[in-house]
């Protein structure tokens, strides 16, 4: 059996190891357990804290919160998503199609860490405003598919 295959059948808090791993030795832990999906919709609201390209100050860290609860709190109240999605957020991606992305996880490399993180952690139907490294985000999941078990491993590796 393989060291992949080893770690996939353990039990959370199992380690594995020492193993030989091309030119190292490395320990496994297995750290957590969960069902992800493959594929997600989500849409979001950005209400921006710098600007990404020149990385000047749009507006504070507080105003941009406030902005963002403030359209959160609208949509809670029966706005339209889309709309506000339009003439609200920063994010020129997604603006303009109701603030939409179909992600894969394939795009979980390249979208910022807390943005993915709720969108593929949290169920379907969830919204909530996520702080980002871009400002803050009114993001709300609207489907998740083909859900598969994922594995969190820590690894400790040394060289020989």
Do not use: C, W
């Not at 059996?1 to 320990?27: R, T």
């Not at 105003?63 to 403030?70: C, E, I, L, N, Y």
């Not at 979980?108 to 949290?122: E, I, N, Q, R, S």
């Amino acid at each position: 059996m393989s060291a992949k295959d080893s770690i996939i059948a353990m039990s959370v808090g199992e380690i594995i190891g020492p193993y030989l791993d091309g030119g190292n030795y490395v320990i496994a832990k297995k750290v957590e357990t969960r069902s992800l999906p493959d594929s997600i919709k989500v849409r979001h609201i950005l209400v921006g804290v710098v600007d990404p390209r020149s990385g000047q100050q749009k507006r504070t860290d507080s105003a941009a919160k406030k902005t963002a609860d403030s359209i959160y709190n609208a949509i809670k109240g029966g706005a339209d998503f889309g709309s506000l999605a339009a003439t609200q957020s920063e994010d020129q991606g997604s603006k303009m199609n109701g603030g939409e992305y179909n992600l894969s996880s394939v795009d979980m490399g390249t979208f910022d860490k807390d943005f993915v993180d709720y969108a593929f952690y949290k169920p379907k139907g969830s919204m909530a405003v996520v702080k980002t490294s871009f400002g803050y985000h009114v993001i709300e999941v609207l489907n998740q598919k083909n859900f598969e078990e994922g594995y969190k491993v820590a690894y400790l590796s040394k060289p020989i």
